[in-house]
């Protein structure tokens, strides 16, 4: 069986390594090389400009100018056993042995070698061209000639006292000393690039580690698709996110976020800094303390949030706090309540229907016609359903009745007696029963507690509700009495502060429904956003009577009269 071959690709980190070191080598050896080259460059200029000063002095030297003025007007070239021992030879030698000069040549005017280290040499043409020099001009050469490669000069030889050129000097270092000289200067050339291919090598290897930090370990790919599911699950949830960096700034804030807050898009604000509720900037407090989810009102709506630390591989990643709505849940919550004291009220009146029929039925069979009669009467007079509230039907709304009725029962096995004031009128219907219903059930469960806790032994709660027209529909207003203890002197202002309850104390009654703190502040809230409020009428005192709270909810009620502006009227 042959075994797969497949090679996994490379981390992404690992390959930017890789790249970051070839560029550090490539830029290392180009520079280095460019430096060698200059180096190289400039040791031959130097050369250069050696030979053209050693050259000058020879050729300006007077008994040279004169022994080749006297060579040149002679009839041919002397044979080179004379030039050897010539002055023009010595001249020459003992100019290159003190200067260390390959060659130092001295010519005609026609190019024949007059002075040359290589006796052999002489009287023959130069093996490079002197035209340039015997014409008048000094130039800088780098060939190779019969002794070998070299970097030279070459001076024009003027007769004495005269302009007349009547020959030409040239001299010559090897390149093969330059050589030398390079390699002596190659040294700190290559120790410094070697030093920064190390230090390049160190800074890639942190980079990597920075890189790896950064990304988590995650290889590109995995970072796109992270970021593509992070949106889709992020904009795609109901739930609102807040994630909070290790450096404190919030890095994540969504749409639902936004909307269960009602603020704009907190992306990149300081934590601390962030126009957000204390209660859930208090849930991130470095304590090293777990907190439970809390609720807090915002607006309109009840919020469930709760926060936990987010950790990658024991790294702190900071905070990620969730966000719920528990508004819904809360009106489906009582509504159902609600329906179910209903139910559990007709049953117990069916059983009392029953009976009701079985005694008619015993007065007919009896012949006892006239008593029959009668307590038909009586029985269409009270109802086939009687809650225990006393006046309810000064509630013309049968939601309003339904709803009072129920939370009588309650009240009723609690041992509080749920009464409806004499000064209750209202004869519209109810056209936002969310709102009612949140308003009346917390101001009427807030009233319950507070007479359960109170020390008067009757206990009742006492609510009084009056609509009246307007130009928007009308506005109901329902005032709640208790005969609890009243509230504390020190917290009338607090009761509808969010989160603040007295619930299980004997002195100061609950006054936030379920003894959660947000009952009366997200009734206040409902009101005020309706252009209404709850307010606290009175107090109480101890022993009572409690305290007594009024709400005002515009637009709730439809009377069937219009109100006019007063324009229309005008005559």
Same mark, same amino acid.
């Given at each position: 069986?042959?075994?797969?071959?497949?090679?996994?690709?490379?981390?992404?980190?690992?390959?930017?390594l890789?790249l970051?070191?070839?560029?550090?080598?490539l830029?290392?050896?180009?520079?280095?090389?460019m430096?060698?080259?200059?180096?190289? =460059?400039? &040791?031959? +200029?130097?050369?250069?400009?050696?030979a053209l000063?050693?050259?000058?002095?020879?050729?300006s030297?007077?008994?040279? +100018?004169a022994?080749?003025?006297?060579? !040149?007007?002679?009839?041919?070239?002397?044979?080179?056993?004379? #030039?050897?021992?010539?002055?023009?030879?010595a001249?020459?030698?003992?100019?290159r042995?003190?200067?260390?000069?390959?060659?130092?040549?001295i010519?005609?005017?026609?190019?024949? +070698?007059?002075?040359?280290?290589?006796?052999d040499?002489?009287?023959?043409?130069v093996?490079?061209?002197?035209?340039? *020099?015997?014409?008048?001009?000094?130039?800088?050469?780098?060939?190779?000639?019969?002794?070998?490669?070299?970097?030279?000069?070459?001076?024009?030889?003027? *007769?004495? =006292?005269?302009p007349?050129i009547?020959?030409e000097?040239?001299v010559?270092?090897?390149t093969?000393?330059?050589?030398?000289?390079?390699a002596?200067?190659?040294v700190?050339?290559a120790?410094?690039?070697?030093?920064?291919?190390? *230090?390049?090598?160190?800074?890639?290897? &942190? $980079?990597?580690?920075?890189?790896?930090?950064?990304?988590?370990g995650?290889?590109?790919e995995?970072?796109?698709?992270?970021?593509?599911?992070?949106?889709?699950? $992020?904009?795609?949830?109901?739930?609102?996110?807040?994630?909070?960096?290790?450096?404190?700034?919030? !890095?994540v804030?969504n749409?639902?976020?936004?909307?269960l807050?009602?603020c704009d898009?907190?992306t990149?604000?300081?934590?601390? +800094?962030?126009?957000l509720?204390?209660?859930?900037?208090?849930l991130?407090?470095?304590?090293?303390?777990?907190? =439970?989810?809390?609720?807090?009102?915002v607006?309109?709506?009840?919020?469930?949030?709760?926060?936990?630390?987010?950790?990658?591989?024991?790294?702190?990643?900071?905070?990620?706090?969730? &966000?719920? =709505?528990?508004?819904?849940?809360?009106?489906?919550?009582r509504?159902?309540d609600?329906?179910?004291?209903?139910? /559990? *009220?007709?049953?117990?009146?069916?059983?009392?229907?029953?009976?009701?029929?079985h005694t008619?039925?015993?007065?007919? !069979?009896i012949?006892?016609?006239?008593?029959?009669?009668?307590?038909?009467k009586?029985?269409?007079?009270?109802?086939?359903?009687?809650?225990?509230?006393?006046?309810?039907?000064?509630?013309?709304?049968?939601?309003?009745?339904?709803?009072?009725?129920?939370?009588g029962?309650?009240?009723?096995?609690?041992?509080?007696?749920?009464?409806?004031?004499?000064?209750?009128?209202?004869?519209?219907?109810?056209?936002?029963?969310?709102d009612?219903?949140?308003?009346?059930?917390?101001?009427?469960?807030?009233?319950?507690?507070?007479?359960?806790?109170?020390?008067?032994?009757?206990?009742?709660?006492?609510?009084?509700?009056?609509?009246?027209?307007?130009?928007?529909?009308?506005?109901?207003h329902?005032?709640?009495?208790? !005969?609890?203890?009243?509230?504390?002197?020190?917290?009338?202002?607090?009761?509808?502060?969010?989160?603040?309850?007295?619930?299980?104390?004997?002195? /100061?009654?609950?006054?936030?429904?379920g003894?959660q703190? #947000?009952? $009366?502040a997200?009734?206040?809230? $409902?009101?005020?956003?309706?252009?209404?409020?709850?307010?606290v009428?009175?107090?109480?005192?101890a022993?009572?009577?409690?305290?007594?709270?009024?709400?005002?909810l515009?637009?709730?009620?439809d009377?069937?009269?219009?109100?006019?502006?007063?324009?229309?009227?005008?005559?």
């Amino acid at each position: 069986m042959k075994r797969s071959t497949t090679r996994l690709p490379l981390r992404f980190s690992t390959q930017t390594l890789f790249l970051q070191l070839g560029v550090v080598l490539l830029v290392v050896l180009l520079s280095g090389a460019m430096h060698a080259w200059l180096t190289y =460059d400039r &040791l031959g +200029r130097e050369a250069e400009n050696q030979a053209l000063t050693l050259a000058r002095t020879v050729a300006s030297d007077p008994s040279v +100018r004169a022994e080749v003025q006297s060579i !040149s007007q002679k009839e041919g070239t002397p044979p080179a056993s004379v #030039l050897i021992k010539g002055p023009l030879m010595a001249a020459a030698e003992g100019a290159r042995n003190r200067t260390g000069a390959l060659f130092v040549v001295i010519t005609d005017e026609t190019g024949l +070698r007059l002075a040359h280290p290589d006796a052999d040499r002489l009287g023959e043409k130069v093996s490079t061209d002197p035209s340039d *020099a015997l014409a008048g001009k000094e130039v800088t050469t780098r060939n190779t000639g019969t002794l070998g490669p070299s970097a030279g000069a070459k001076v024009p030889v003027f *007769a004495p =006292d005269s302009p007349a050129i009547v020959g030409e000097v040239s001299v010559g270092y090897s390149t093969e000393s330059i050589s030398r000289s390079l390699a002596r200067d190659i040294v700190p050339i290559a120790v410094t690039a070697a030093g920064a291919l190390l *230090a390049g090598v160190f800074a890639s290897f &942190l $980079l990597r580690r920075h890189l790896q930090r950064l990304t988590l370990g995650l290889e590109p790919e995995e970072i796109s698709t992270l970021v593509h599911d992070q949106v889709a699950v $992020l904009q795609g949830v109901d739930e609102g996110v807040i994630g909070i960096s290790g450096d404190g700034r919030i !890095s994540v804030f969504n749409t639902a976020a936004q909307r269960l807050l009602d603020c704009d898009d907190l992306t990149g604000t300081p934590w601390t +800094r962030a126009p957000l509720p204390a209660q859930l900037k208090a849930l991130t407090e470095p304590d090293g303390q777990e907190r =439970d989810a809390i609720e807090l009102v915002v607006g309109a709506r009840v919020v469930v949030a709760s926060a936990r630390k987010a950790l990658h591989r024991k790294e702190d990643l900071g905070w990620v706090i969730m &966000l719920r =709505d528990r508004t819904e849940l809360q009106h489906l919550t009582r509504q159902l309540d609600a329906v179910g004291t209903m139910s /559990t *009220a007709l049953r117990a009146q069916r059983h009392e229907f029953a009976n009701q029929m079985h005694t008619l039925a015993g007065f007919m !069979s009896i012949g006892q016609f006239r008593q029959a009669q009668d307590y038909l009467k009586q029985l269409v007079a009270t109802g086939p359903l009687k809650f225990p509230v006393d006046q309810a039907e000064l509630l013309q709304d049968p939601y309003l009745q339904a709803f009072v009725g129920a939370k009588g029962v309650e009240a009723h096995e609690r041992g509080v007696a749920l009464r409806i004031g004499p000064e209750t009128l209202v004869r519209g219907h109810v056209t936002d029963p969310q709102d009612v219903t949140t308003v009346l059930g917390n101001l009427i469960d807030n009233a319950v507690n507070a007479a359960v806790a109170g020390a008067a032994a009757d206990r009742w709660v006492e609510v009084e509700a009056l609509d009246a027209p307007g130009e928007d529909g009308g506005t109901l207003h329902i005032v709640v009495a208790d !005969s609890g203890d009243g509230l504390d002197p020190g917290h009338v202002d607090d009761v509808f502060s969010e989160g603040f309850t007295t619930a299980g104390s004997s002195t /100061t009654p609950a006054r936030s429904s379920g003894g959660q703190g #947000l009952g $009366l502040a997200l009734a206040r809230q $409902l009101a005020r956003r309706r252009g209404g409020d709850v307010t606290v009428l009175e107090k109480g005192t101890a022993g009572g009577p409690g305290a007594v709270f009024m709400a005002t909810l515009p637009g709730t009620t439809d009377t069937g009269i219009t109100v006019s502006s007063g324009r229309d009227n005008d005559v």
